[in-house]
């Protein structure tokens, strides 16, 4: 029988890390040269005590907060945000959206662009009118992707649930481009069999690539020139945007 460690967990990694950056962090500079966790090979390495008790802490407080199962596409459910786990309260720049409670990282910036996009390009919004995580209990179905942070329902008072045509033509058009402009990592409500005109979700799971690329993109400016962003029209109706949307369009459609 090999004697091993067993292999770390992808999240167990990331409360390591993100505990021994907070540890480090609390150190002084001059300690850390001195240090033998700081200064032994990695073959050699110990983590003091003050990154054990973070690690432990940090473990402690996100198994409280998972809800103990998955959303609809695959990331873990949160019973509260704003509490030290992965779900916090972000602000949507340039919108008077201050308020909204995302999944921190990647699907922070794809669902906070789309909020943009929309407020910008479809109908402008009010304090409260895009609507985060939700606790988990008694959801549904996509809906159920808002306990886990990785969705965003716009103007839910005016796109209710089970609604059809609540959309202007050329208010599609834009929405359609901004899931093309993701690259179809986001999924609209609207084309799910149980219609949810109000509901954007992020329509892959925690380690696909597509996401990381999309967020990284977004976060470098974009396809579009520098200065350019969500707040700068486009013109949906060009050719190879349009092509991309109708693309993207028939393949979410026929995945429902």
């Known amino acids: 029988m090999s004697d091993a460690p ?20 609390a150190v002084p500079y001059s300690q850390a040269l001195v240090t033998p966790a700081y200064a032994a090979e990695p073959r050699d390495y110990t983590f003091p005590k003050a990154v054990r008790e973070g690690v432990a802490r940090a ?12 959303s609809a596409n695959g990331w873990d459910m949160e019973t509260a945000a704003d509490r030290g786990g992965s779900i916090a309260t972000r602000p949507v720049p ?16 794809v669902l906070v662009h789309v909020v943009r996009r929309f407020h910008y390009e479809i109908a402008e919004l009010q304090p409260g009118e895009a609507v985060g995580w939700t606790a988990p209990k008694g959801l549904r179905g996509p ?3 808002l306990a886990s942070g990785t969705a965003v ?14 959309y202007f033509p050329l208010e599609l058009a834009v929405l359609r481009d901004i899931l093309a402009e993701l690259d179809g990592v986001v999924r609209w409500g609207g084309d799910d069999r149980a219609v ?14 597509r996401l990381t690329a999309v967020a990284e993109r977004l976060r470098a400016g974009g396809d579009r020139a520098p200065g350019e962003g969500a707040g700068t029209v486009v013109d949906v109706h060009e050719k190879g945007r349009r092509s991309a949307a109708e693309a993207l369009a028939r393949r979410q459609r026929k995945a429902a």
């Open 196 to 209: 949810d005109e109000a509901l954007f979700y992020l329509a892959v799971g925690p380690d696909d690539k």
């Open 143 to 145: 809906v159920r992707n």
């Open 6 to 25: 067993a292999p770390l967990s992808r999240r167990g990694f990331l409360l390591r890390a993100a505990a021994v950056t907070a540890a480090a962090a």
């Open 153 to 166: 329902r716009i103007r839910p008072g005016h796109y209710p649930p089970g609604t059809k045509g609540g």
């Open 59 to 70: 473990e402690a407080r996100n198994k409280r907060l998972l809800a103990g199962a998955d």
């Open 94 to 109: 340039g919108t008077p959206v201050t308020d909204l409670q995302v999944r921190l990282g990647a699907p922070e910036t």
